[in-house]
């Protein structure tokens, strides 16, 4: 039994225009969330949805989360970097080194996120979100591998990482030292059970992996329920879709 990723979902003050940004940006298609905000379809297996729901907190620290964006070209990359700048992107300095082969971006959100150069091995067998780079402790990503299926990719230095087996976007935390979160993590995973699983038996699944309960939501009416994996870092798993 395993959890699939169905959504990474961002806060956001404006979902929907938030969602046009990342969809002129990634070539997705947008579409209604129906229990709240706005959806970017996978373009294909085993590509997620890119999640926006409502939220009126302003963003105040650096995410612990950020996708890494790939580049087949020096061309590709510098093309990429001028379409998010026209979305309504901006460069941003999070103290990176100048000779960095990666371009550290921010969307009209404040959400930062990194364009990488080309011939990056690690992202070498990904797609266009080559990863999705977070905080966080080896324990986490064993958590995740296990919850998910995804088997372990990288492990090792206090990093880990994890890819999904049909490929696709590889997820890594980096070890320590760790961020803050503001007080409310404003990027998140959206995980669902499969179809024919029982979401009180998927919680059960997730509470004996480490995760704990933060907020048990209104029920099995289209609720869900907010949890944090080993390092208290949140995410919601819905009901079966």
């Known amino acids: 039994m395993t959890a699939h990723l169905f959504a990474i979902s961002f806060d956001a003050r404006e979902p929907l225009r938030l969602a046009q940004f990342w969809s002129g940006l990634l070539d997705r298609k947008i579409v209604d ?34 996708f890494d964006l790939t580049s087949s ?3 590709d990359q510098r093309q990429s970097v001028d379409r998010a700048l026209e979305l309504g992107g901006r460069h941003i300095d999070i103290g990176q080194d100048p000779a960095d082969d990666h371009v550290v971006l921010a969307d009209p959100e404040g959400n930062e996120f990194d364009v990488i150069g080309p011939g990056n091995r690690f992202l070498a067998d990904t797609g266009p979100i080559g990863a999705l780079a977070c905080d966080g402790s080896p324990a986490v990503g064993y ?37 803050p979160n503001g007080g409310r993590d404003r990027v998140r995973f959206d995980v669902a059970p499969d179809a024919d699983v029982d979401r009180q038996a998927e919680l059960d699944r997730l509470l004996s992996l480490g995760a704990t309960v933060i907020d048990a939501g209104p029920g ?16 919601w798993l819905r009901t079966p879709r």
Not at 143 to 171: C, H, M, Y
């Open 33 to 66: 969330d129906p229990h709240d905000g706005v959806l970017l379809l996978p373009i294909g297996d085993p590509d997620f949805r890119v999640r926006f729901v409502p939220c009126e907190q302003p963003k105040v620290v650096q995410n612990r989360m950020h």
């Open 73 to 75: 070209s020096l061309e």
């Open 143 to 179: 958590f995740w591998s296990a919850a998910l299926g995804w088997p372990l990719v990288w492990d090792q230095d206090e990093e880990t990482a994890i890819q999904s087996p049909r490929g696709g976007t590889k997820i890594s935390w980096g070890g320590p030292p760790y961020m």
């Open 220 to 235: 099995d009416g289209g609720g869900r329920v907010l949890m944090a994996d080993p390092d208290g870092g949140e995410f």
